[in-house]
């Protein structure tokens, strides 16, 4: 069975730092091109970074500069580090795993960024 477990979320401040991690569990991790959506109340969800098999990665616009994406396949975990963190970061935060077309999802982590 396969499970992505997100973890890491929680309250901050604005300007602070907080660390995601996802464990995933049932499939071969290091063929897996791994990313972080995020989804905030009433908007669609979107990426925030990308890292493929290869550890090339992709950030939107909106976080580029401020968040890092890494993998270690030893662990089979993707961590998301977010610095420098604004409160339109705040939404809930979910891991993606996608070969082919296999495509598997956490259950989501909620990052709330408020003074």
């Known amino acids: 069975q396969v499970q992505l477990v997100e973890s890491g979320g929680g309250l901050v401040q604005p300007g602070g730092s907080l660390r995601l991690s996802c464990a995933a569990f049932g499939i071969i991790f290091r063929i897996y091109d791994m990313g972080w959506y995020r989804q905030a109340p009433g908007k669609q969800r979107e990426l925030v970074a990308q890292?493929?098999?290869?550890?090339?990665?992709n950030y939107s616009d909106s976080v580029k500069g401020r968040f890092t994406i890494s993998r270690d396949n030893a662990k089979n975990t993707v961590h998301l580090q977010m610095d420098s963190l604004k409160p339109e970061d705040t939404a809930v935060y979910y891991c993606?795993?996608?070969?082919?077309?296999?495509?598997?999802w956490g259950q989501g982590t909620q990052v709330t960024v408020s003074s």
């Open positions: 890292i493929t098999t290869r550890s090339s990665t």
């Open positions: 993606n795993a996608m070969v082919s077309t296999n495509d598997f």
